[in-house]
């Protein structure tokens, strides 16, 4: 009895001290705060239990499949290609650092970072940001060292740079990689010093930054894909590649997991229930706000 007593009376304090505070807020942010509490309790009775098994599942292995492909490289590299190494009579091992940063860079982390905003759902705005912006920094690394690694490789053994395809579209990559990065972390971190001053700008370009940011993660993959198969035929051989050895099956095995992903990773991107609740129908002024 006195429980439920303690309960009702506090319940009475809460609403009171919510409609004498409520004013303070201000209407607009109170109107923010209401609509999004509704947004986020109208999900809740929306979602039912296949859409949440959906949204399990896909998320599941996405994540498995983006920590998996990694993996399953390092192992290649260390079963079959002897490890890593940064030497100068040691070529070979240094060049195994080039398919292992690169498949971590622009697939692994990249993949973690579009992602961010449909895995971190109860998240606020402001902290998905920062973690995109972190998985982004760890990709960036990765991709600098990857490339630096095959670049010093090719002039110690006196092959030519930038002449296949493979390389061709890896360094379109890196280029987009490297302005959306720097045009991101200016745009969405940097300006929110000037919150109110730059939301028109920042909310124009969200849709320009998210169509460039997918443009980039495919590009990321069919380097990755044309990388592999430059792999396979310059150290397996034709003949015995064409002869199913393991090495080229843990080698298509990597392949299919690139493609995998970028199949699981657009079906996320392209499911409108995975948004959130508040960029539902309005991602982008969502997405400016904090």
């Not at 860079?105 to 971190?120: E, P, Q, W």
Request: glycine share 8%; with cysteine; aromatic share 14%.
């Amino acid at each position: 009895m006195n429980c439920s007593m303690t309960w009702r009376a506090s319940g009475v304090v809460a609403r009171m001290i919510s409609r004498y505070l409520t004013p303070l807020c201000g209407p607009e942010e109170s109107t923010l705060h209401s609509q999004r509490s509704r947004s986020y309790e109208s999900d809740d009775h929306e979602r039912g239990a296949c859409e949440w098994c959906e949204y399990a599942l896909v998320i599941t292995l996405a994540t498995i499949l983006l920590i998996g492909v990694s993996a399953l490289t390092v192992f290649w590299v260390f079963y079959y290609r002897e490890g890593y190494a940064w030497a100068d009579d040691l070529p070979d091992k240094q060049f195994n650092l080039h398919p292992t940063l690169m498949v971590a860079g622009f697939i692994t982390f990249s993949g973690f970072s579009v992602l961010l905003y449909r895995i971190c759902r109860c998240f606020r705005r402001i902290y998905v940001k920062l973690l995109h912006a972190i998985f982004h920094a760890l990709a960036f690394p990765c991709i600098v060292i990857g490339f630096l690694a095959v670049l010093d490789y090719h002039n110690k053994k006196g092959i030519n740079n930038f002449y296949s395809l493979h390389s061709w579209i890896g360094f379109v990559a890196m280029g987009l990689f490297g302005i959306q990065y720097a045009v991101g972390f200016f745009s969405f971190l940097l300006l929110l010093i000037c919150n109110k001053g730059t939301a028109g700008f920042r909310a124009s370009l969200v849709p320009i930054h998210a169509a460039f940011g997918i443009l980039t993660f495919v590009l990321g993959v069919c380097a990755c894909l044309t990388g592999l198969t430059e792999k396979a035929l310059f150290s397996i051989g034709v003949e015995r590649y064409s002869g199913m050895v393991d090495e080229g099956i843990i080698i298509n095995a990597i392949g299919v997991a690139c493609i995998a992903i970028l199949a699981v990773v657009m079906y996320i991107l392209s499911r409108n229930k995975f948004r959130t609740p508040e960029s539902r129908g309005q991602h982008i002024r969502a997405s400016v706000d904090l």
